[in-house]
Nanobody, 125 residues
Framework: VQLQASGGGLVQPGGSLRLSCAAA????????IAWFRQAPGKDREFVAA????????HYADSVKGRFTISRDNAKNTVYLLMNSLRPEDTAVYYC???????????????????WGQGTEVTVSS
């Protein structure tokens, strides 16, 4: 499985960005896809996840109500729409995939088998 994250950039506080994670995998609809982020000097943290096609979505409390994760199985792509961005959202964002992760583990990066390269998001005036 190959994952390609894109869409990062520099945005002012209060602005929006949409990240994309394109997956080269034949079983995309069966993958749980998640976004994690890592700020300088900090651990990688869970942001959002979408479970296998038709499944649920999950968010970190820090982004709930501001970020929306969605998937387009026809395009093998997951999106992360980020609104009302704050300076504390500044980080490198990574997408991850796993076909068999269980609900209780999906917020832990160590359980994901496949990772894409990061895309950098900077929120600054």
């Amino acid at each position: 499985v190959q994952l390609q994250a894109s869409g990062g950039g520099l945005v002012q506080p209060g602005g929006s960005l949409r990240l994309s994670c394109a997956a080269a995998v034949g079983t995309f609809s069966r993958q749980t896809i998640a976004w994690f982020r890592q700020a300088p000097g900090k651990d990688r943290e869970f942001v959002a996840a979408t479970r296998r096609s038709g499944g649920s979505t999950h968010y970190a409390d820090s982004v709930k109500g501001r970020f929306t994760i969605s998937r387009d199985n026809a395009k093998n792509t997951v999106y992360l729409l980020m609104n009302s961005l704050r300076p504390e959202d500044t980080a490198v964002y990574y997408c991850a995939a796993d076909p068999s992760i269980i609900l209780s583990s999906l917020r832990e990066c160590r359980h994901y088998e496949y990772w894409g390269q990061g895309t950098e998001v900077t929120v600054s005036s």
